[in-house]
Nanobody, 121 residues
Framework: VQLQASGGGLVQAGGSLRLSCAAS????????MGWFRQAPGKEREFVAA????????DYADSAKGRFTMSRDNAKNTVYLQMNSLQPEDTAVYYC???????????????WGQGTQVTVSS
């Protein structure tokens, strides 16, 4: 499975961005997807995850109420709608996929290349 993340950019505090992650290769709707981020000098951290159906989601406390993860299985694509962005959200955002389930740690089978999100104050 190859994952291609896109949609990052520069936005002012309070603004919004929508990230996309398109899956290709051995694809199936029966996989779990996640978003992680890594700020300079910090470890990669969990942001959000979604099950294969799109019904169940999980969010880090920092994302709750501001970020929404969704998926379009017909397009093999997941999205992360990010609202009310703050400078502390600045990071490289990575998508991940796994057929077995999701976790908040880094034990995912497949990773995308990352997309930079920069929030200016």
């Amino acid at each position: 499975v190859q994952l291609q993340a896109s949609g990052g950019g520069l936005v002012q505090a309070g603004g919004s961005l929508r990230l996309s992650c398109a899956a290709s290769g051995r694809t199936s709707s029966s996989y779990f997807m996640g978003w992680f981020r890594q700020a300079p000098g910090k470890e990669r951290e969990f942001v959000a995850a979604i099950d294969w159906s799109g019904v169940s989601t999980d969010y880090a406390d920092s994302a709750k109420g501001r970020f929404t993860m969704s998926r379009d299985n017909a397009k093999n694509t997941v999205y992360l709608q990010m609202n009310s962005l703050q400078p502390e959200d600045t990071a490289v955002y990575y998508c991940a996929a796994d057929y077995a389930g999701w976790s908040r740690d880094l034990r995912w089978d497949y990773w995308g290349q990352g997309t930079q999100v920069t929030v200016s104050s």
